[in-house]
């Protein structure tokens, strides 16, 4: 356990200020900047929109723009960078021939896109929370600082869209594990994800992951009493199996990296 944690760690420092970083800082600030823009620069029909919850109507336009496009499309970049940072350094040899296990190898990298996924959730509902909190010190017309904020709604939505996300990362980590090119895994998963939100519609679109998020964020609340959407029980179900797949492909490889 221990060999693993100093491993998580190196993983860590080497994704400091790597673009891996700079792109969870960049995509959990878009979105509540351009927010924060509109609201100042045209308040008057968004005074109008946002009425007496101003709070719910702000993070669900929030949540809305980063399940449906920007989240899955940063877990894809973010597998591929994160592989990229030993590929482009020509280090592969180097991790596997160091005193480590391969499951210790190929797990403290796969917890470390997790790190910054969670990241990156979690900045984004902070950047969320700053940008209506600045707006309304500048405009006293919005309503944010007398209303309510449902700090456990944000917390449950977080959390399901994490899960949510959790097929796509398995399936991308496992691309860019096979695949040494960096733009083969960012087309196939932006392909993947550009026909997921074409097939919105589809009565079967509850079974392909690339559309998880948006569904998460479209269904809601569960039917009885189940905290998790089916579509969110899939997800963990595709991740452990696929990682698994992963786990065994790399270990049957001749050549690694």
Not at 121 to 139: E, G, P, Q, R, Y
Not at 185 to 196: A, E, F, H, K, R
């Amino acid at each position: 356990m221990s060999t693993l944690i100093h491993s998580i760690q190196s993983d860590i420092i080497k994704t400091k200020r790597s673009s891996a970083f700079w792109l969870s800082l960049i995509g959990s600030i878009f979105i509540p900047i351009i927010f924060f823009l509109m609201y100042t620069f045209k308040p008057e029909p968004f005074i109008k929109d946002l009425g007496e919850n101003p709070w719910f109507v702000h993070f669900n336009r929030g949540w809305q723009s980063l399940s449906g496009f920007l989240l899955p499309m940063f877990v894809i970049l973010t597998c591929s960078l994160m592989m990229q940072i030993e590929y482009k350094n020509n280090t592969w040899k180097q991790v596997f021939a160091s005193p480590q296990t391969l499951s210790n190898v190929f797990f403290s990298k796969m917890i470390s896109i997790h790190t910054m996924i969670i990241f990156c959730i979690l900045l984004f509902n902070v950047f969320m929370i700053a940008s209506a909190l600045m707006t309304n010190l500048l405009n006293s017309k919005f309503l944010f600082l007398s209303r309510p904020f449902a700090l456990t709604a944000v917390l449950k939505m977080s959390l399901k869209t994490y899960v949510s996300i959790l097929a796509i990362l398995a399936i991308q980590y496992w691309l860019s594990l096979r695949l040494r090119n960096f733009i083969a895994p960012i087309g196939i998963g932006l392909g993947l994800l550009i026909t997921s939100l074409i097939l919105m519609q589809w009565e079967h679109i509850d079974k392909m992951p690339y559309a998880f998020p948006l569904l998460t964020f479209m269904k809601g609340k569960p039917e009885g009493s189940s905290f998790f959407l089916r579509h969110e029980y899939y997800s963990m179900g595709l991740f452990v199996v696929l990682t698994g797949l992963a786990l065994w492909d790399l270990s049957r490889r001749k050549e690694r990296g």
